[in-house]
């Protein structure tokens, strides 16, 4: 940890609330019984899987979502249901996000798609009035990177694409398969749990 210039970031979990459970009430409320099936707190299956991968484009998606419910479902009903996933950014996360960028490089990789990209994650990163870039150097979603943490390749992409050393750089991530993946490319690698905010964590490791 002392030779860390970067700090590169998951998303839920550590700096956005999510609520599975939500989420799967959400769907269920439209008839999407099996929803529980389906999402998990680290990763997704079936078509949620599919487009966090970049597999499947918005459209394909609301179209076999659709199909698994009762009767369909359109297009603005599914999204909403989706967006339950996430609960919000405190503020004072934001903040403390501008501040260790001013002595450290501040990166993104996110398990996430595009529905709630450009939606609820979009407008939750405007709570101060400013937009996503002011708190990364760079980002890395997985639908774009058509890769899914813990994936090695995600990882390797994201080296590349932002132009970092994982021998540089400290991965944040809620989970310990994810961490553990990071750290086998080099990365430093420490675990949000459950309850932990990322800015104790970061201090208890000299960060």
Known sequence: MTHCKNLLFDLGGVIMDIDRERC???FRRLGFEKAAEFLGDYGQQGPFGDIEAGRI???AFHEIVSGLIPGGADDGRIDRAFNAFLVGIPVERLRALRELRRRYGIYLLSNTNEIMWRDRIDR????EGLDITAYFDGIVTSFE????KPSPEIFR???EHLGINPEETTFLDDSEAN????RALGFGGLHVAPGREFTDILKENGL
């Open 179 to 182: 961490v553990a993946a990071a």
């Open 157 to 159: 992409y994201a080296a």
């Open 24 to 26: 799967v009430r959400s």
């Open 124 to 127: 939750a990163f405007r709570a």
């Open 57 to 59: 484009d918005a459209d």
């Open 145 to 148: 990177a058509k890769s899914l």
